[in-house]
Nanobody
Framework: QVQLVESGGGLVQAGGSLQLSCAAS?????????MAWYRQAPGNQRELVAS?????????ADSVKGRFTISTISRDNAKNTYLQMNSLRPEDTAVYYC?????????WGQGTQVTVSS
């Protein structure tokens, strides 16, 4: 079982930056296969924004490449995953969710709102 808590969302002007954080707790965090950030805007499906695998391989949605960076830090029984978002655009407005995949199971956080004003 993995618990995820996101923080760092808020309101920012276009061109600004935000850093989202995801604190993971639970058993066997070192066995987590992948951490990721998804987002969902009103009326849209949830979409993958960025992911990082246990071996450090990163992947990004085309719409955020060059602007967003995912990273993760593990210590003892904790794992923190970050999403640095630069050059934000109004179309980045969404609820952002942290996601973990462990032994084929998916875990989700409660989400954090990011609003980018034009």
């Amino acid at each position: 079982q993995v618990q995820l808590v996101e923080s760092g969302g808020g309101l920012v002007q276009a061109g600004g930056s935000l850093q989202l954080s995801c604190a993971a707790s639970g058993r066997s965090l070192s066995k987590t296969d992948q951490m990721a950030w998804y987002r969902q805007a009103p009326g849209n499906q949830r979409e993958l924004v960025a992911s990082i695998t246990r071996d450090g391989t990163r992947d990004y949605a085309d719409s955020v490449k060059g602007r967003f960076t995912i990273s993760t830090i593990s210590r003892d029984n904790a794992k923190n995953t970050y999403l640095q978002m630069n050059s934000l655009r109004p179309e980045d407005t969404a609820v952002y969710y942290c996601n973990a995949v462990q032994w084929g199971l998916q875990y989700w956080g409660q989400g954090t709102q990011v609003t980018v004003s034009s």
